[in-house]
């Protein structure tokens, strides 16, 4: 096989023109600002050790300092420990940001070699295996460290920081830090914090069955200081614990608010009761800052006047998730307070039923929307990248623009959009109409007229051509925001049999009845967005043959996340021949996740997903769900880049047992 720097053209066959013109077509004929360009998508470790070794000139670009500025290794799975040592050890002086994010293979002696990048500004090793002394030795080596991202892992010990360490952390003016144990971390030591994000997935009850307390952390020698803060930021998975101890980084903000703060959000799953530290910080942020950023646990803003006191400078983002918030209350407390909002980019109602709705006690949540508040909201708010307005009925009245989808066409800017099942229904369904029944290919049964032979009348539904009327709102609506990347369209019931930061709800509600209308035209309308990147359907019970999921394999050629739950009627998959062939042309699809009841994970399926060349995650979640071992087995054995596989399903012990000693027995080659 010829090199990369080799020509390959016969010129003595080619006329002179021809020659000059694959000269001038050559890989190495373009100039330098565009195979940079090209260089930059390539992984940093094929980067260094692989393309730059081809030839002279890749060798000098490979070293430009716009590639070795920044190395990202997170999700990088060949990214082994040797391999790992020789990039440091080739370009670890030039880098300035490094990302090991998620890097857990790496062993802590390997993870110790980041202390040779000396010049490192900006540094990431959130699921790095380190302990305190090694965390010690690599920071005591970086001190022009500004940005930096670990773990807290039981057994942290902050008296083992050297004075070195301590010194570089008093530098340190971003910090992520994620809390696996009750611990104040490395906080106090980072005296000239701006932006702080805290993760806290700290469990109830260790492995031994003890409970775990908060109050563990009074014993430490100091507490944080935030004195420079300006963002602060905290995410709090299912658990008493990780409640009790949040309060404790929060007890020291009541005590002095910072005059800086510009930003403060706290996502908070289920309820969060406020205490009195709590509603003493709350009202000397009202009277002392400006905020840019909001989002509060429902529990702290409903029956509430918090809103109106507080004052926003140049808001960016809100989140009102789950919080009872009318829509006159959103409309005086939030956009006629004087505040100009062009600046905001991201809104989360979430859950919120009765934002849409203007201010009524004998209102019931399935009621149409007040059209007049989402007009005055898209009027105030049309910079809007990011909106979530899912986890609610929002049933768009009768009458021509003031459908929730055409008025939502007007937010051109959006990026990411999350809607309920129902608020894409074009109209609320008529009693005196019966529900039209799509057609069908299956075989008659019994008797029956016979079906006669020819060319079919209407579109094929698994050709991935049959697309919604022009005339659909939905249809309008993706049309009018061509460069969305998310986008989610999920049941206003729905509820995951396996929620990642909610707890789990075991009673689930029926579909609302305004999502019966929205099928498989409307999931093929998503196929117009080229630039799709997340996708989500969830309970659409009118999914029947599963032709739109053709259209978006076919057209949505950048999509690289998928997640499928309910879709048609509860105990069948009707979908599967669909799916399978949507599957087969979705060549970047990294994560898929599929949660539905009595799905047969069979060799089909398998076989179509083993076509997902980059396919590295998949999760599978199915109540009495089947599925084939040795198909399972193939798949692993075809796709060497999944490195998640997770199947819940209604298989016995034993079954996922051996799969699992099957898994492990096997050669997994460069995985």
Request: charged residues 20%; proline residues 5%; glycine residues 6%.
């Amino acid at each position: 096989m010829a090199s990369i720097g080799e020509d390959t053209s016969n010129d003595g066959d080619a006329p002179p023109a021809a020659a000059a013109v694959a000269d001038d077509a050559h890989l190495l004929g373009f100039s330098d600002e565009i195979l940079l360009h090209i260089l930059s998508h390539v992984p940093s470790i094929d980067l260094i050790l692989n393309v730059r070794r081809t030839c002279r000139k890749l060798a000098a670009l490979c070293l430009d300092k716009s590639l070795t500025h920044t190395v990202l290794l997170q999700k990088d799975y060949e990214a082994s420990e040797d391999k790992v040592k020789r990039l440091v050890t080739e370009i670890g002086r030039e880098v300035q940001q490094l990302s090991m994010a998620g890097c857990y293979w790496l062993s802590g002696s390997t993870v110790e070699h980041v202390a040779r990048c000396r010049g490192l500004v900006k540094v990431n090793l959130s699921g790095c295996h380190l302990t305190s002394l090694r965390l010690s030795k690599v920071l005591s080596a970086l001190q022009r460290l500004r940005s930096l991202a670990i773990d807290v892992s039981p057994g942290f010990d902050a008296s083992q920081l050297s004075g070195e360490c301590k010194a570089t952390l008093s530098r340190v003016r971003e910090l992520k830090q994620t809390l696996y144990t009750p611990s104040y971390g490395v906080v106090p030591c980072c005296t000239s914090l701006e932006k702080l994000l805290l993760y806290f997935e700290i469990l109830d009850r260790t492995r031994e069955g003890a409970v775990l307390s908060g109050q563990l952390m009074v014993g430490q020698s100091n507490v944080p200081r935030y004195q420079h803060l300006r963002v602060f930021y905290a995410r709090l998975a299912p658990g008493y614990i990780n409640q009790e101890v949040v309060r404790l980084y929060l007890a020291v903000l009541s005590d002095r608010t910072p005059e800086n703060l510009h930003a403060f959000l706290i996502s908070v799953p289920g309820s969060f009761a406020e205490s009195g530290a709590t509603k003493n910080l709350l009202e000397s942020m009202a009277r002392n800052v400006a905020l840019d950023a909001l989002q509060l646990p429902k529990s702290w803003l409903n029956g509430s006047a918090l809103l109106q006191h507080m004052k926003f400078s140049s808001p960016f983002y809100f989140s009102f998730s789950r919080c009872a918030l009318s829509g006159g209350h959103l409309i005086r407390r939030v956009i006629d307070g004087g505040r100009d909002l062009r600046s905001l980019a991201g809104l989360n109602l979430s859950g919120c039923a009765h934002c849409l709705a203007p201010d009524s006690l004998l209102r019931k949540a399935e009621d149409d929307i007040d059209s007049g508040i989402l007009e005055t909201l898209v009027a105030a708010c049309g910079n809007l990248r990011h909106l979530n307005l899912s986890a609610a009925h929002h049933h768009s009245p009768e009458g021509p623009g003031r459908h929730l989808c055409q008025l939502l066409a007007r937010l051109c800017h959006l990026r990411s959009l999350s809607l309920p099942v129902c608020a894409v229904a074009d109209s609320a369904p008529r009693a005196d109409r019966a529900p039209v029944q799509p057609a069908t290919h299956a075989v008659p049964r019994g008797f029956g007229k016979k079906v006669r032979i020819g060319v079919p009348s209407g579109p094929d539904p698994f050709s991935g051509q049959a697309g919604p009327l022009p005339s659909s709102v939905f249809w309008s609506l993706l049309k009018s925001v061509p460069f969305l990347d998310r986008l989610e369209l999920i049941g206003s019931n729905f509820s995951s049999a396996m929620p990642r930061n909610e707890p789990a709800i075991r009673n689930s509600l029926p579909p609302c009845g305004r999502a019966q209308s929205v099928g498989d035209s409307e999931v093929a309308a998503i196929g117009q967005l080229a630039f799709l990147r997340h996708l989500t359907l969830a309970q659409l019970p009118s999914i029947l043959t599963g032709s739109g999921l053709v259209s978006i394999g076919l057209q949505c050629q950048q999509l690289q996340s998928l997640s499928l739950a309910h879709l048609g009627t509860m105990g069948k998959v009707a979908y599967m021949s669909a799916l399978s062939d949507m599957l087969k042309h979705c060549r970047r699809l990294k994560d898929l996740r599929l949660e539905q009841p009595y799905f047969s994970a069979n060799a089909q399926f398998f076989q179509a997903l083993s076509q997902c060349s980059a396919l590295q995650r998949l999760c599978l979640v199915s109540r009495s769900g089947t599925l084939q071992p040795e198909a399972v087995l193939a798949f692993m054995a075809r796709c060497l880049h999944v490195v998640v596989c997770h199947l819940f399903t209604g298989e016995s012990l034993s079954t996922c047992r051996s799969l699992q000693q099957s898994l492990l027995r096997r050669p997994s080659g460069p995985r």
